[in-house]
């Protein structure tokens, strides 16, 4: 069974940043994709960030120039560099991993920027 565990969040100031990680643990035969999504209250869960295991990377409008996905293939881990966070950034932070067309989601971290 494919396990996601993201770790990394908490509460932070504007303009401040905290690095999420997220690692995969199970059988999987290989990761097509890692992301990262995020939920704010009352709302719908969007895109943040996505990397191939080649290296594309692909932002949010949002979060571009701001926030930087990496992953590391070995540890089956992504990671998510958040800087100049703000207010509009709290929010349930997922990963998620992509394999021959199936979703795998982590249980999420929350992140909240509040002065």
């Known amino acids: 069974q494919v396990q996601l565990v993201e770790s990394g969040g908490g509460l932070v100031q504007p303009g401040g940043s905290l690095r999420l990680s997220c690692a995969v643990s199970?059988?999987?035969?290989?990761?097509?994709?890692m992301a990262w999504y995020r939920q704010a209250p009352g709302q719908e869960r969007e895109f943040v960030a996505a990397?191939?295991?080649?290296?594309?990377?692909n932002y949010a409008v949002s979060v571009k120039g701001r926030f930087t996905i990496a992953k590391d293939n070995a540890k089956r881990s992504a990671y998510l560099q958040m800087n100049s966070l703000k207010p509009e950034d709290t929010g349930v932070y997922y990963c998620k991993v992509v394999n021959s067309g199936a979703n795998y989601w982590g249980q999420g971290t929350q992140v909240t920027v509040s002065s």
């Open positions: 199970g059988t999987i035969p290989s990761i097509d994709l």
């Open positions: 990397v191939t295991p080649g290296g594309n990377t």
